[in-house]
T-cell receptor
Framework: KAGVTQTPRYLIKTRGQQVTLSCSPISGHRSVSWYQQTPGQGLQFLFEYFSETQRNKGNFPGRFSGRQFSNSRSEMNVSTLELGDSALYLC??????????????FGPGTRLTVT | AQSVTQLGSHVSVSEGALVLLRCNYSSSVPPYLFWYVQYPNQGLQLLLKYTTGATLVKGINGFEAEFKKSETSFHLTKPSAHMSDAAEYFCAVNTDKLIFGTGTRLQVFP
């Protein structure tokens, strides 16, 4: 069974631009969560989508948004990029929504660099 | 709000020595606890997860964790470290989202 895939793996953008990251969950998984990882703030939850609905959102500005498609694939978008948005963005999928013992499976991440 | 605290941002051991990575949780109910490992330039891989009613949980790569409700701890151990264990380890609690500890970087010296 294929794991969680994220595209692209690496991205370099300029301040003020916008970016879209993509995540394909494990087949059959309906929940997709996004996390931002930085050396200073560690791993922080961005949002979770379950059956195309945003179920939960972390403490990030509205520039960060996401969506989920009917095939459970998910995208996240960051508009008006800032230098501080440079991070590793991780996507994770699980069978059911978070808040259970069902584990989340992580993709390799997208390394975003904002210059 | 539930959270986890990892004591020690860096731990160094010799190959063959015991590995002990500490995690304490704050929760008034049995928590959903996990340990993940992250190798350089990779995503997170699940090592093990707490199972309700169990005190000792076995995971992959020879790791195990002991759940102690009285100490609100879920420390990760491995009897004998291997060079390939060098990585960053995260304890996490699953509420309506995964909340991670700050991570512990494990170095293994030959």
């Amino acid at each position: 069974k294929a794991g969680v895939t994220q595209t692209p793996r690496y991205l370099i953008k300029t301040r003020g631009q916008q970016v879209t990251l993509s995540c394909s969950p494990i087949s059959g998984h309906r929940s997709v969560s996004w996390y931002q990882q930085t050396p200073g703030q560690g791993l922080q939850f961005l949002f979770e989508y379950f059956s195309e609905t945003q179920r939960n959102k972390g403490n990030f500005p509205g520039r960060f948004s996401g969506r989920q498609f009917s095939n459970s694939r998910s995208e996240m978008n960051v508009s008006t990029l800032e230098l501080g948005d440079s991070a590793l963005y991780l996507c994770a999928s699980s069978l059911v929504q978070t808040g259970t013992l069902d584990e989340q499976y992580f993709g390799p991440g997208t390394r975003l660099t904002v210059t | 709000a539930q959270s986890v605290t990892q004591l020690g941002s860096h731990v160094s051991v010799s190959e063959g020595a015991l590995v002990l990575l500490r995690c304490n949780y704050s929760s008034s109910v049995p928590p959903y606890l996990f340990w993940y490992v992250q190798y350089p330039n990779q995503g997170l891989q699940l090592l093990l997860k707490y199972t309700t009613g169990a005190t000792l949980v076995k995971g992959i790569n020879g790791f195990e964790a002991e759940f102690k409700k009285s100490e609100t701890s879920f420390h990760l151990t491995k009897p004998s470290a291997h060079m390939s264990d060098a990585a960053e380890y995260f304890c996490a609690v699953n509420t309506d989202k995964l909340i991670f500890g700050t991570g512990t970087r494990l170095q293994v010296f030959p």
